[in-house]
């Protein structure tokens, strides 16, 4: 019976996909086998010695001590993908409440309710809420995962012209993008084309604050900045300033701060950018799946610490060892399977920055003698075996 801990309410679609017969399911699980969250911040919470894999159901991990997670060998997994329909939606309406001065129009008419001549102040009045239309206009997508190519091929159906700026693009993701989409050589060639900048990037340290005070400068005149990724991608002071001093036309963001509020080009959403019911059935399902993949087959898709690893399993015996990424360390372990006679029917070795992860099937019973003889290898992290 395998155990998860949920931090989070998940959706019910995504949970009722664990078996009954083989999953205890609950938020209040001691020592589970694995962790399944949404929003709830694990940094700074002691985090079971049982716990072999947390997903997290959702795009982004920056709530989850992911490095820490390495050094012990769990895996964690995020949903890439899940909710990239909601936030493209998101965004793509962000550009037209920033451009047309939407919601001053909906404040002003609602202000007007008691007046009697209504219609005749509308008319009198509209000239204050005039702005442009997106169509003809330059879009600067920076990130072109799952989300940044749906809001890159849908800009292009709407007649904007696109420039995207991802030097880690995936195959997958090249494949899916529109060819009319114009590829920047880099972040400052973009932000000088474009009338609107939309950014769908992980944070990290490499991404914090990536538009500051010396990028606005670089920036059109009265360009927009949409933000449905992470706050600290953006630095508050920076773009207040930008914008009261008339560089920029306006900033959407997902992430609102009083500092933000007080400027009147700020439009803050409440953090909606995969407030769905759609995307959260997707996050839950793809998580769920992950999870079970894992803990009952060893693979590791969608894993934002690990490599991807999938072996189709042949063998009733499956050894499972994460190491770091260190000379000899597949032949140690296969050194230790020979000693006592275990043949290897088939394997796979993949790493990942520092880390390692090897699937090992084999016809025999690994014996428990050897499994310690492998944990005390220097630069193994974990070991687990599988038996089917």
């Known amino acids: 019976m395998y155990r998860i801990q949920t931090l989070n309410k998940i959706s019910p679609i995504g949970l009722d996909l664990f078996p009954k ?38 795009a982004g991990y920056n709530n989850i001590p992911v490095k820490p997670c390495s050094e012990r060998g ?11 329909n909601a936030v493209k939606e998101l965004t793509l309406a962000a550009m037209l409440l920033s451009s047309r001065n939407i919601i001053g129009g909906i404040n002003w008419v609602s202000s007007a309710a008691d007046k009697s001549d209504v219609a005749e102040l509308i008319e009198k009045e509209k000239s204050k809420f005039t702005g442009p239309e997106i169509k003809g206009k330059t879009l600067g997508v920076v990130g072109l995962g799952a989300i940044g190519v749906m809001v890159a091929n849908d800009a292009i159906a709407l007649g904007m012209n696109v420039v995207g700026f991802d030097p880690y693009i995936s195959v997958d993701a090249a494949w899916n993008l529109s ?17 609107y900048v939309t950014l769908h990037i992980p944070q990290s340290d490499a991404t914090k604050g990536i538009l500051d005070g010396d990028k606005f400068r670089i920036m059109k005149q009265d360009a927009r900045v949409i933000n449905f990724s992470r706050n600290a991608l953006v630095k508050d002071k920076d773009i207040i300033e930008a914008l009261e001093a008339g560089k ?29 019911p759609e995307a959260e059935d997707n996050c839950a399902v793809m998580a769920v799946m992950q ?33 770091r990424n260190i000379p000899n360390m597949v032949g140690q372990i296969t050194t230790s399977l020979a000693g006592a006679n275990v043949n290897i029917q088939d394997l796979i070795n993949h790493h990942r920055d520092d880390y ?33």
């Open 179 to 195: 060819r009319e989409v114009i590829r920047a050589e880099s972040l400052d060639s973009l932000l000088s084309k474009s009338d």
């Open 291 to 323: 999870l079970m993949d894992y803990l009952e087959c060893g693979e590791v898709r969608n894993s934002v610490n690990f490599p991807r690893c999938k072996l189709e399993q042949r063998y009733p015996y499956r050894l499972l060892v994460v190491n």
């Open 356 to 388: 390692g992860f090897n699937i090992i099937d084999t016809e025999q019973k690994i014996p428990d003698s050897v499994l310690d003889q492998i944990r005390k290898v220097e630069g193994i992290i974990r070991v687990r075996v599988i038996e089917n």
């Open 74 to 84: 769990i895996v964690v997994f995020n949903t890439p993908g899940a909710n990239a």
């Open 248 to 276: 920029l036309g306006a900033y959407v963001t997902d992430f609102p701060s009083q500092a933000l509020l007080a400027c009147k080009k700020v439009i803050g959403i409440p953090h909606l950018g995969a407030s769905t």
């Open 21 to 58: 017969d083989k999953y205890e399911v609950a938020g209040d699980i001691k020592n589970p086998d694995a962790v399944l969250v949404r929003s709830a911040d694990m940094n700074g919470i002691e985090i079971p010695s049982s716990v072999q894999a947390i997903a997290r159901a959702g």
